[in-house]
């Protein structure tokens, strides 16, 4: 099942433009993560957020998270070219018998036009 | 250089055949996972292993095999009993804790006609 929903879909805009991506999720979770897929290739992690912060930055790279609305936001400020690819957030909750899955949303698009 | 190594990159076979799917890791982590990826989908794990000689389905584990005897290694049987077999195929590992992210290969492209 999926757990995490992305929005929007896809998204468009300039190089130097801030690109802002939401994540919705249903159950509590223990962490956040974000990952990053160029075309045709495996997932990069990102970043994590664990459910008692509210915000993490790395670099480029904000993510929040609002545990009573059950959403998270991906900020990247000042975006280049190279940042062009989908990005997914994956929630992680406990599966029982000591063991955490991660739940995949379906990604945004990205796409930032030189 | 640690890392995931997925072969091949490209599969193509005929209806009614297995196959299988390569996944190999050299990063020591006890945690492997194989996920499913259709176009415009998420990620759909398909079986996972937290150690060796043992593994656990996941949500779409029909019509697939997988074995782990292993620490480096976790190779995916895609069986004729399974229906839509053509996607995109990623293999990933972690430490297994709670807290530590996944690490992925590039993905192995099957078509099957």
């Known amino acids: 099942s999926q757990q995490g929903e992305e929005d929007p879909q896809a998204l468009s805009i300039q190089e130097g433009e801030n690109a802002t991506m939401n994540c919705s999720y249903k159950t509590s979770i223990n962490n956040l993560q974000w990952y990053r897929q160029n075309s045709g290739r495996g997932l990069v992690h990102l970043i994590l957020?664990?459910?008692?912060?509210r915000e993490k930055h790395s670099g480029r790279l904000r993510v929040t998270l609002d545990t009573s609305k059950k959403s998270s936001s991906l900020l990247i400020t000042a975006s280049r070219a190279a940042d062009t690819a989908s990005y997914f957030c994956?929630?992680?909750?406990?599966?029982?018998?000591?063991?955490?899955?991660?739940?995949f949303g379906k990604g945004t698009k990205l796409s930032v036009i030189p | 250089d640690g890392g995931i190594t997925q072969s091949p990159k490209y599969l193509f076979r005929k209806e009614g055949q297995n196959v299988t799917l390569s996944c190999e890791q050299n990063?020591?982590?006890?945690?492997m996972y194989w996920y499913r990826q259709d176009p415009g989908q998420g990620l759909r794990l398909i079986y996972y292993s937290q150690i060796v000689n043992d593994f656990q389905k996941g949500d779409i584990a029909e019509g697939y095999s997988v074995s782990r005897e292993k620490k480096e290694s976790f190779p995916l049987t895609v069986t004729s009993a399974q229906k839509n077999p053509t996607a995109f195929y990623l293999c990933?590992?972690?430490?297994?804790?709670?807290?530590?992210?996944?690490?992925f290969g590039n993905g192995t492209r099957l078509t099957v006609t």
């Open positions: 990933a590992s972690g430490q297994g804790a709670k807290d530590s992210p996944l690490h």
């Open positions: 990063l020591n982590h006890d945690a």
């Open positions: 994956a929630t992680a909750a406990y599966s029982g018998a000591g063991s955490y899955q991660l739940t």
């Open positions: 957020i664990r459910s008692n912060e």
